[in-house]
């Protein structure tokens, strides 16, 4: 049974910082984290291929792909793998993040949706694995015909071959160090319309990809790149200000209240419903400084515009950020 | 469920049929007394659970996973019965299903994707009021505004042909009656389900669409395989079902709000920029959209009670938006209010994915009327429509004067 609270679900600040719940590891290399609500409470909705922005404790953002159960409405998992030139983000995640951590956390956003088909096949290069391992989840469920190749260094350094033993023969596990570079034309088959070919992993690995489906049918192929640390402007933990353009008055947001009620605060109401970013009801154009983005809604280079942001979740990157209001 | 359970409470009953005339003439007494016998209502004449507190109504409409809307979101049990129609592939399904055209509708009806349509649609408002002053100043704020301005721009934002938009109106009235029982309302809209249903499913069609267009992105979607090509004709259905008379009634409910509430209306015209504000209170005030029911997919406590697995649960959108554990003077329409967080327009993953087209229609409507219309009163008997889900307005007779 379940049991719905009668308390609404987290909303602003609350869902824009989540607290370390476990830390496991899953392979060489591979550990997996568990994220929920302080409070305990439902975490934004996400569809298989979503990740998440983590704003970690020493400011810096990494983006890492949801592969936990979606029907669990209180749980992330995310899979994080130990880069050997991190430039910070996987080492602190394996060697100094602890259960009991606050991180903050943007999105999920999907760049890499599974799309409807009756048949598709998954090839997964090393961590590129974690957004496929609910995409499988889905296909079953929905009885698609699908099979996914996996491949990866070594067995030792593959994360998930216990959860995927349930597919049986549906699964092709390939660590190198066994059978070499991984078959893509034998796996592949020949080019026909009605699949749908989901691959994410390391850079090679797609250029591969994109080779072997050249002659295939447009928009058969989907994929996503396991992008390795980089550098990026680290998150505020300091409180910012925001100027009001129209009002002429200036507000500062401290760590623990958003934008929006800041503003609220001082008797500027902006309209909004979810109060999670993910409606876009207050959508509120930005006319100067950096937002750092929280909310499900914007692309990666609508982000990048920084035209606009979703205040009831979004931040600042700047000490100060001048709004249309 | 395990015999460790806390023991079910008895559920408090009621007989009350919502979907009476009597009911739907003013539902305000039947919300205030649903609210008050409990977190859960038993609803004895259907034998459906229903919720009329905003915080189990909130609590219900953000849990997908044990609410369930692929059994459909009327009274009837798709488990059981067979559809009036194909389900919607976005309001009666769930995930994983429900994801692509979610997704798909999202962002064809973003706020970044209405952004061009704002400045034609502003001169379409003002050339409408200027239009209906230039007849007069008093006149029937339903038929003249509220029920002719969606009809203007939205059908062709999405791109049908102009023949038979007639249509429109009565197949969303049939389509919301459906949500409810099999009454009156219901026998009412049969007759031409038929017709209506051919004349709506033909307007679908890619070679129908115009080329540009909410239609045409859905269409270009499906290209993508983004979508598969039998999901486009009903995601563009889903547009022409739900987003013609729901605009329309939430027109008639900001434009009645006003009529009503003179105070307001003046504090509008010194901040025209409450416009937006302004449609999302009368959106909570009168909750054009009163219901929606979910189905429980396991046996679901909610506070002392338990619903169990494929029980239908009746969702009283409309109660929750007034209920004074979470609205201070709930009654009352009032722009000091930060009417955010209504459930108006659903609240999750089912969020009405058109309330940023409905918010653009209303707010440059509105915004016409404030720039030339000093005062605006009732001038005569208002009159209902009566729909099984939506708080209509047949006829809201207003007086004006100009600056």
């Known amino acids: 049974m379940t049991a719905i609270s009668p308390a609404p679900a987290p909303v602003g600040a609350d869902v824009a910082t989540l607290l370390v719940t476990s830390k496991d590891v899953q392979a060489d290399g591979v550990l997996t984290l568990e994220l929920a609500a302080p409070s305990g409470g439902r975490l934004r909705d996400w569809t298989p291929g979503s990740h998440i922005d983590l704003v970690l404790p020493n400011g810096l953002t990494r983006q890492y792909s949801l592969c936990g159960d979606r029907w669990d409405p209180s749980a992330y998992r995310v899979g994080v793998l130990l880069e050997p030139e991190s430039r910070g983000g996987s080492t602190y995640v394996h060697d100094q993040l602890q259960v009991g951590d606050l991180v903050g956390v943007g999105g999920p956003r999907n760049n890499f949706a599974l799309v409807p088909s009756e048949h598709y096949l998954f090839v997964a290069g090393g961590i590129g694995i974690t957004p496929i391992l609910p995409m499988v989840r889905q296909a079953e469920m929905l009885g698609a015909d699908w099979r996914l190749l996996y491949g990866g260094r070594q067995r030792g350094s593959m994360a998930f071959l216990g959860e995927l033993e349930r597919y049986g023969d549906r699964v092709l596990v390939r660590p190198q160090d066994e059978y070499g570079l991984l078959d893509l034309p034998g796996f592949l088959g020949e080019p026909r319309d009605g699949v749908r070919i989901y691959s994410c992993g390391p850079g090679p690995l797609l250029a591969a990809m994109e080779r072997t489906c050249g002659n295939w049918p447009p928009y058969s192929l989907r994929t996503e790149r396991f992008v390795a640390d980089e550098a990026g402007a680290p998150a505020r933990t300091a409180p910012f200000e925001v100027e009001l353009a129209r009002s002429g008055t200036t507000v500062t947001v401290t760590p623990d209240v958003t934008v929006l009620d800041a503003l609220n605060s001082v008797g500027v109401e902006v309209l909004s419903s979810c109060r999670r970013g993910v409606c876009g009801t207050c959508e509120t154009t930005v006319l100067a400084g950096r937002p750092d983005h929280r909310d499900a809604l914007l692309d990666d280079d609508e982000r990048d515009v920084n035209d606009c942001m979703y205040i009831c979740v979004s931040r600042s990157r700047d000490d100060r950020l001048v709004l249309d209001l | ?403």
């Open chain 2, 1 to 403: 469920m395990t015999t460790t359970a806390r023991p079910t409470a008895a559920v408090p009953t009621s007989d009350v049929d919502p979907f009476s005339h009597e009911v739907l003439e003013d539902p305000l007494p039947m919300h205030a007394e649903l609210r008050e016998a409990g977190p859960v209502v038993h609803l004895s004449r259907y034998d459906v659970h229903a919720m009329a507190r905003y915080d189990e109504v909130y609590a219900a409409l953000v849990d997908w996973q044990g609410f369930q809307s692929a059994a459909g979101v009327g009274l009837s049990n798709f488990r059981y019965e067979e559809p009036w129609r194909p389900p919607s592939i976005v309001l009666e399904a769930d995930p994983p299903k429900h994801d692509a055209p979610r997704r798909v509708l999202q962002k064809v009806l973003g706020p970044r994707a209405l952004r061009r349509l704002h400045d034609g649609w502003a001169a379409d408002a003002e050339a409408l009021v200027d239009e209906v002053l230039t007849r007069g100043t008093t006149f029937d704020a339903v038929g003249a505004l509220a029920a002719t301005f969606p009809l203007r721009v939205f059908p062709d934002a999405v791109g049908i042909p102009q023949e038979g938009r007639e249509n429109l109106l009565p197949y969303g009235d049939h389509a919301f009656n459906a949500f409810g029982p099999a009454n009156d309302l219901v026998a009412k809209g049969a007759p031409r389900v038929a017709e209506l249903s051919a004349w709506v499913n033909a307007q679908c069609r890619r070679d129908v669409l115009a080329p540009t267009g909410f239609g045409a992105d859905i269409w270009a979607a499906s290209d993508r395989g983004d979508i598969t090509p039998e999901q486009a004709p009903l995601a563009v259905r889903s547009l022409l079902t739900a987003g013609v008379d729901t605009t329309v009634h939430g027109i008639s409910a900001v434009l009645y709000s006003f009529a009503t509430n003179p105070g307001q209306w003046q504090r509008l015209r010194e901040d025209p920029s409450l416009a937006r504000v302004a449609f999302d209170e009368a959106v909570r005030w009168e909750s054009p959209v009163q219901t929606f029911f979910r189905t429980a997919t396991t046996d679901v406590r909610v506070g002392d009670v338990v619903i169990p697995e494929g029980h239908k649960i009746l969702m009283f959108l409309a109660a929750a938006n007034r209920d004074p554990r979470r609205w201070a003077d709930p009654d009352a329409f009032d722009l000091s209010r930060d009417p955010s967080g209504h459930v108006g327009f659903g609240m999750g993953i089912h969020q009405c994915v058109g309330q940023h087209v409905a918010r653009l229609e209303a707010a440059t409507l509105v915004t016409a009327l404030a720039r030339r219309v000093r005062t605006i009163e009732l001038d005569g008997p208002t009159v209902r429509h009566h729909n099984n889900t939506l708080r209509a307005w047949e006829s809201i007779p207003v007086r004006v004067t100009l600056d």
